[in-house]
């Protein structure tokens, strides 16, 4: 048993680090965030070069079909650097896109073209078992109508890659189809969230959709592969920002005084941070050893919900701690910290949030 | 022990619900509704606190002499449910609750004749210079520094955190006078009749929710009168501490968090459980409901027995108590707002936030304000003196209360 990182791992923790360091630091993130784009091109195209758009498709598909662990030396830099570019969402569309060997996925490894995932649909659509969308049969072609909600990159993106519910028959299966942004009949509308990143509800009224257009009948077998891998990366990010936390709020804590005294030698003050390092510890614990079972191909329906569940709730409690433990500066838009806290609720929310994981937990073990 | 029910009330309570519904405008409704913060949205909150002055009830806790409403605590609390029941935004405090009682309890009459009413009209409002960036927790160090030149002080310094400075006309602060003795006995309380002396500047700080609510406010050789001291000169830590205790005490604040829970139910109705039914009948969901509510309730019943006066009351910290459980449950609801909006609560939605905007939300009401809300009560256990301190006072009274 060994949960380290390979020394190819650690050198790729290391180079985006390093790169993240020199230019995304909160600053610069911070007018990225804030241009009219809200997120930066540049950087994009800096992280396609060092290949890491590539990572998550396997190597038959003409990707670097990188394993769970390395996408956690990824994605726990990028998500203490809050990163507002549209990784997550890549993640989840490139994967399917390999599955159905579709050549636009080259475009989208270079990161010339986005592509977005429509497949939330609101308050959380934590399994698929729960997509409502349907797709109906019209002749040759398809009709989609319906909403999808807080389709990460949905507003950016050049290609949409909607899931919906195919009544065929009689079967019921989730299909995958490809549409252009600007097909008749889709409205987006997109926003910043909360944590920077980029997102849009997407609305379908009658489109149609060409034969051509359904990439797959039966979807859901790598759907939930795509969806596995974006919670790690959604965890692996929550992880670096509690890291990030941690370390922000030890030094604050031990410079900061009051009453004549770093205020860290204050009892009270002192056991939050003890107990902010055991629940980020905790976190990252889980985080890796799951990273090792995925790649193992031993990681259960059962793992990601802890994982999921765990890094929700303890992230909150490091985020909420670190405001804390800051008083009136942690409460302020010019420290990172309430933006690192803002990135961890976003990642709980997304792909089921820890209340609804939990539950799956106790759910799962009962049988 | 006695409590009132009698059918007299419920006429009362039919005069201010026929008043509640009819006198806001669209706008201060609508300022309730998109309220994210215990601070309500300036401009509609003071045009709202002026209509409730031509009524009578802008200050149901205040004295009748000087313009309260004369209630019984039953009737306060019919008030206050209906109030919030309706989201109407609640009244600023730092006037009403802080600096205006304070002048009741120990002003000069010239200072109650001169501050009271426009306090009571809704045309002063009074910013709380008390906080500075390094004396936060530890406010008897603060350095802010006023020195006589004959009726005069002139001030220099900084004060940080000074909610709606600039929104307000007038400020109350705490200045050092004497640096020679203990750090609390060289403090002085004086009030400010305006903000725009030459000299002080005010720069509002953005908060994680997007919205300046707080300010620094920089002295710079400001020149105010000697006349606006409270109390003696130096002595202005036992007049601070006096006005702490009207803001860290009760007044009836658990109607607003009952109405944390009737929205929560409300909204959970239309929201899945990701387990086959809503949230609103999920059985988990209930039983967290549920604890929630009881805790409310029996903050309201410890609240109910500060406001009427029982023994336990009197208590030194009782305001400490209340602040604390306060906060908490304020913290709580929060988190359960954004537990139920869940995805939806993540766009940023600054402009359909405002006031008079003409965006419209991407999803429900509480969709809108529940993130931003949870956000900025990230606050509550920290300002008002926070929480770790507010625990240390009470534990210094611990075997007392029993
Ligand atoms: C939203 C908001 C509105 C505010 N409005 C006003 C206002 O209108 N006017 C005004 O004057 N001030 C205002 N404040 C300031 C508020 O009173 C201070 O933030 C508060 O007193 C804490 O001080 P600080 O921020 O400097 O934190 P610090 O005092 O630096 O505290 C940092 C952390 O250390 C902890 N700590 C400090 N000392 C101890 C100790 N002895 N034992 C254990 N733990 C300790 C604190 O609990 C906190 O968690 C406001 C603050 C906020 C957040």
Redesign the pocket.
Known sequence: MDFSFTDEQQMLRDSVSSFLQRSYDFDARSKIVRSAEGWSRAIWEQIAEIGLLALPVAEDAGGLGGTAPDLVAVAEPFGAHLLAEPFIATLLAAPLLASVEDERLEGIMEGSKLAALAYEEGHGTADPSHIAMTAHRDGERFMLDGEKRMVLAGGDADLLLVVARLEDRLEDRLALFSLSPDSDGITIKGYQTIDGRRAANIRFSGVQVEKDDLLANDIEDALRKALDTAILALCAESVGAMGELLSRTAEY?ST?K??GVP?AT????AHRLADMKIAYTKARATLLYTAALMEAGHATERDMAILKGQTGKLGREVGEAAI??????G?TDELAVSHLHKRILANDALLGSSEYHLRKVGNLSRS | MEIDFSPELEAFRAEVCDFLDTAPTPEIREAGRKLTSVFAPFEQVMAWHKILYEKGWAAPSWPKEHGGTGWTVEQRYIFAEEYRRRDLPPLLP?SLGMVGPLLIDIGTEEQKAKYLPPILKGEDFW?????EPN?????ASLSCRADKDGDDYIINGS??????AHHANRMFMLVRTDNTGKKQQGITFLLLDRVDYPGMTIRPIV?LDGFP??CEVFFEDVRVPQSGRVGEENDGWTVAKHLLKHERGGGAQSPTLHRGIERIREAAKDTPSGFGTSLAEDPVFLRDLGELEADIASYEAFEKLGVSGHPMANDPSWPSMNKTMNSVLTQRISVMMTRVTGNEGLPLQHEALRVGANVEPLGSDLELVAMPYYL?SR?TT????????QR?LIARTAGRGA
């Open positions: 804590a900061r009051q009453f205020i204050f009892q009270a003050v804390q433990t800051h008083g009136g500066v409460m | 730092q910013a709380q210079g008390y906080s004396s936060g927790s530890d406010l004060k940080i955190w000074t909610t709606y908060g609510e707080q900025n606050a920290i300002y008002a003196g926070s929480n770790e301190v240390d």
